[in-house]
């Protein structure tokens, strides 16, 4: 798969041609009409602000420091009930914290257990350096999540990132509450955090 180009639609209209452009999209809905009317005042600033987005490398969106990554995979026969037995049996207790640049990992069943969702936000600009982590640092257990999935190499094989990047689907759009936290920050401001309220415990 070639390198990801970002489209910017309607990067040169005006806020008035944008909102024009979306009261014709939504002409034939009535809801959707109604709700974009009601929603004017809030979409303008919205579409003042411009593209928050940029390319994480080879497929994905970034903002800021943290990546989106999203792909959807089909299962081999029966790896859909041997996949959900692991993930209970783990009981949400699989932990990627050998790789300190992982925000969330998400794993969904879809279409009557014949394809999986998996999605994850990380830290970094570079799509490929996020995947060396994961393979250099917890490739067995990720070859336990995903042997069960159709065409997997197994995450030592070199190939492994064309089989994800054949079957990652970037985001239309990602919204970050804080773009700027890594992982690490976000670990740095709980400790200040937690210093502080004992320090204000001791002179309260």
């Known amino acids: 798969m070639a390198t990801q180009t ?3 639609p309607q ?3 005006t806020v008035d041609q944008k909102i024009q452009t979306l009261r014709q999209l939504y002409a034939d809905s ?3 009409k109604a709700a974009l ?3 004017i005042s809030t979409l303008r600033v919205q579409l003042a602000g411009g593209l928050r987005y940029e390319s994480a490398g080879r497929v994905g969106l970034r903002q800021g420091k943290v990546s989106e990554l999203t792909l959807i995979f089909k299962f ?3 790896g859909a009930k041997r996949l959900r037995g692991l993930l209970q049996a783990l009981q949400a207790n699989f932990s990627a914290e050998k790789v300190p640049t992982v925000h969330d990992m998400r794993y969904v069943f879809l279409d009557n257990d014949t394809k999986l969702l998996f999605a994850t936000a990380y830290d970094g600009d570079s799509w490929d ?3 060396d982590e994961f393979a250099a640092k917890i490739p067995d257990e990720l070859d336990l999540l995903f042997s069960e999935l159709e065409e997997f190499p197994g995450f030592r094989d070199p190939s492994v990132k064309d089989w994800i990047a054949k079957y990652q689907i970037p985001a239309e759009a990602w919204y ?3 773009p700027d936290l890594t992982v690490r920050d976000v670990h740095r401001v709980k400790r200040v955090g937690k210093a502080a309220e004992e320090f204000l415990d001791k002179i309260g």
């Open 6 to 8: 970002l489209s910017k």
């Open 176 to 178: 970050v509450a804080h």
């Open 30 to 32: 009535p809801v959707g």
């Open 129 to 131: 350096a996020y995947l």
């Open 76 to 78: 081999v026969p029966g």
């Open 11 to 13: 990067q040169d209209q």
């Open 37 to 39: 009317e009601n929603s």
